[in-house]
Nanobody, 115 residues
Framework: VQLQASGGGLVQAGGSLRLSCAASGTRIGLYVMGWYRQAAGKQRELVASITGGGITNYADSVKGRFTISRDLAKNMVYLQMNSLNVEDTAVYYC??????????WGQGTLVTVSS
């Protein structure tokens, strides 16, 4: 299984970015998929997830601003991020199967929000 995350970059506060995660080696519809982030000096945290059945879950800090979605035909997961603020600055990771030893991680994509 491989996960390739992309879409990070530098954006001004209030702006938007869309992250993409391309999965290969398995079908994403069989697993929970998640976006996590890790800011400098902080622990990795869940941002959003979507189950195999399509149920979504969000961290309180991003509710109403971020949207996780997926395209089963393309085997891709997305994270649309709106109204970004400096606290959203972090490396964002795509995850398949949950944050356990049996899960898989992408390489991370850096999101930097400037004030």
């Amino acid at each position: 299984v491989q996960l390739q995350a992309s879409g990070g970059g530098l954006v001004q506060a209030g702006g938007s970015l869309r992250l993409s995660c391309a999965a290969s080696g398995t079908r994403i519809g069989l697993y929970v998929m998640g976006w996590y982030r890790q800011a400098a000096g902080k622990q990795r945290e869940l941002v959003a997830s979507i189950t195999g059945g399509g149920i979504t879950n969000y961290a309180d800090s991003v509710k109403g601003r971020f949207t996780i979605s997926r395209d089963l035909a393309k085997n891709m997961v997305y994270l649309q991020m709106n109204s970004l603020n400096v606290e959203d600055t972090a490396v964002y990771y795509c995850n398949l199967g949950g944050p356990t030893a049996r899960g898989y991680w992408g390489q991370g994509t850096l999101v930097t929000v400037s004030s």
